[in-house]
């Protein structure tokens, strides 16, 4: 995959968001806003810290789907424009896609 294209899964997961240093609030009528429905996300603690970014706890207070978990793990990526030493954007994008993919179990237990 070429730099700066995003594969079809990151496509295909990518959410309208407004993103605060306090919450998250995900949009799912891409049409407009008002009205829509939406998840509120609040940031609880920080889990951990790396060279490239965060990984937050944040707990759902207001749920658009039923049977969406209420804690969740986010990595905040700090954007370093112009540094050829930083992160590959799009490959940490298709691994967060890919690994926030629901689980398939191989037995009949599930």
């Not at 700066?4 to 309208?16: A, F, H, K």
Request: glycine share 10%.
């Amino acid at each position: 995959m070429a730099p700066g294209t995003r594969s079809e899964l990151v496509q295909d997961t990518e959410l309208d968001a407004d993103v605060t240093p306090t919450h998250t609030e995900h949009f799912f009528n891409r049409r407009g806003r008002s009205g829509g429905p939406r998840e509120v996300w609040t940031r609880q603690s920080q889990l951990g810290r790396g060279g490239f970014g965060t990984v937050w706890l944040e707990t759902c207070q207001q749920l658009y789907r039923a049977g969406t978990p209420s804690l969740r793990a986010v990595k905040e990526i700090r954007i370093q424009a112009g540094n050829s030493n930083g992160p590959d954007y799009d490959r940490e994008l298709e691994a967060f896609a890919k690994f926030s993919q629901p689980k398939v179990s191989d037995n009949n237990d599930v």
